[in-house]
C-alpha cells in the first residue's frame, strides 16, 4: 500500500509539473491580449482551442491510419470510418479537456469532488452536442442560411455557453461562509 501511495504522489508532482509548463506557456502569449479578456477567459480559449486541435490531429490520425477509412464491423452492424474515428477520439479528448479544464483553467474549484465536477461536465458537453445540432438544424433548415456562416455563428454561441456553464455550474467555486 506504501508502494502506491508513492507512485500517486510521484504521479501528482509529474501533474503539476506539465500544469505549471502549460500555464506558463499560455501566460507568455497572454500580455498582447490582457486589455481585451481577463486571464482565465484565455486560458479557456487556449485550452479549448488546443484540445480542439487535438481532436482534430487524432481524429485525422484514426481515421486515415488505424482505420484506413474502412468500414468497422460489429457483429452485424456497420460503423462507417467517419462516426467510428469519432467515436474513439471523443472520450479521449472528453478526457483531456476535462483535465485541461480541472486543472489550468478553473483550479480554484478543486474544492468540489472530482465525480461531481466530471459528471457536470460531461452533462455540458452533451448539452453542446444538443446545441449544435438544433442551430444547425434551426439555421441551415428553417432560416435557409448556409452550413459554413451557420457553423460559424453555431460555434460562438455553443463557446460562449460552454464557458459560462463551465464557468458556474461544473467549476464554479463555492462561497466562503463566514
Not at 75 to 89: D, E, H, K, L, R
Not at 121 to 147: A, H, M, Q, R, S
Request: with cysteine; net charge positive; aromatic share 18%.
Amino acid at each position: 500500500m506504501e508502494i502506491l501511495c508513492v507512485i500517486l504522489q510521484c504521479m501528482q508532482k509529474h501533474f503539476r509539473s506539465i500544469r505549471d509548463v502549460i500555464i506558463s506557456t499560455i501566460d507568455s502569449f497572454y500580455s498582447p491580449f490582457s486589455k481585451m479578456v481577463d486571464l482565465q477567459t484565455f486560458l479557456y480559449a487556449a485550452c479549448g482551442g488546443a484540445n480542439a486541435l487535438f481532436d482534430i490531429l487524432l481524429y485525422s490520425f484514426t481515421y486515415n491510419y488505424v482505420l484506413q477509412k474502412y468500414i468497422v464491423h460489429v457483429g452485424t452492424i456497420a460503423i462507417s470510418p467517419y462516426i467510428a474515428a469519432m467515436m474513439f477520439t471523443f472520450p479521449v479528448t472528453l478526457f483531456t479537456g476535462f483535465l485541461l479544464m480541472r486543472y489550468v483553467v478553473f483550479p480554484d474549484a478543486k474544492t468540489t469532488k472530482k465525480r461531481v465536477q466530471g459528471s457536470r461536465y460531461i452533462g455540458v458537453v452533451i448539452c453542446c452536442i444538443f446545441l449544435n445540432y438544433i442551430f444547425l438544424k434551426l439555421f441551415i433548415e428553417k432560416f435557409g442560411w448556409w452550413p459554413l456562416p451557420s457553423k460559424m455563428i453555431t460555434t460562438v454561441l455553443v463557446v460562449l455557453f460552454s464557458y459560462f456553464s463551465q464557468k458556474h455550474f461544473t467549476f464554479r467555486v463555492a462561497a466562503i461562509k463566514s
